[in-house]
């Protein structure tokens, strides 16, 4: 039998640790009632109907802040220090696009080009999922959503930790309750996960459709992996190919 390194086991029992808190809203129990550097914001009740976008409702922070567009979450983030990566960061990435998005991507965490522009997905994987994009799907990017699970560049662009996975999940969670697109896309082990609540590989992940709070759940190989793993990219098109499906359904 294959022994597993030490460094990949601890990463397993901490992310195992982390996924086994979460309530069945996403939030860890023990946060519920934490302060409000830890505390999500309340969950938004899921939508009634497939084809109808129906907005989401003011939420407010436990500071009373209401939390009606991405404009309030973006002050709401503020000078984040809500976890270690506030001081390596050079830049919040809170993400960009489309507040009417019928479709947002999720990735894992900024990078160095993301880190300086401010920016999600701006270096070469970036422009490789602006080719899926309007090349793959013909959307243009602009008339899309996209974001990552971690707003600050991690040192050396390593992988996410439970506790800066935590710090931002209220976030993302607030984002995808505003937009509310139709079909969201995670990119790369980490969003999959995060989006599918489970700690599968993206190996096992792939192929399925998930729902999130309703919306329905594509997840595929990151960007930076295709630059890696070229073979893959007939993959990641299967998988638009699916994307593609679920947008054209319920329309006209």
């Known amino acids: 039998m294959t022994k597993v390194p030490d460094d990949v086991r601890l990463d397993l029992r901490e992310r195992a640790r982390y996924f086994a808190e979460l309530s069945d809203v996403g939030v860890p129990r023990s946060a519920l009632a934490a302060p409000v550097s830890a505390v999500a914001a309340p969950p938004v009740a ?9 907005p989401a409702a003011p939420v407010l922070t436990p500071e009373g802040a209401a939390l009606g567009d991405l404009e309030a979450v973006r002050s709401w983030i503020g000078d984040c220090q809500r976890c270690k990566l506030a001081g ?8 960009q696009g489309s507040a009417e998005a019928r479709l947002m991507f999720v990735g ?11 920016l999600a997905f701006v270096g070469r994987a970036g422009q490789l999922l602006t080719d899926i994009i309007e090349k793959g799907l013909k959307i243009p990017r602009a008339d899309v959503f996209i974001a990552n ?46 989006l599918f609540k489970s700690m599968e590989p993206i190996s096992r992940l792939r192929g399925r459709i998930g729902d999130y709070d309703g ?6 190989f990151h960007p930076a992996y295709l630059l890696r ?7 990641v098109w299967e998988d638009m190919k699916v994307v593609r499906r679920l947008l054209a359904e319920d329309e006209p």
């Open 46 to 54: 899921s939508a009634a109907a497939k084809a109808v976008r129906a």
């Open 229 to 235: 793993n070229p073979g893959a990219k007939k993959d």
């Open 149 to 194: 699970v971690l707003k600050c560049r991690p040192p050396q662009n390593r992988n996410p930790e439970p506790d800066e996975i935590l710090a931002c999940q209220p976030f993302l969670e607030r984002q995808i309750a505003l937009i509310r697109p139709k079909v969201l896309v995670g990119l790369g082990k980490f969003a999959a996960q995060w």
């Open 108 to 118: 894992e965490a900024p990078g160095a080009d993301e880190d300086e522009q401010g």
């Open 215 to 220: 919306i329905r759940v594509v997840p595929t």
């Open 88 to 95: 390596g960061r050079k830049t919040i990435v809170f993400g």
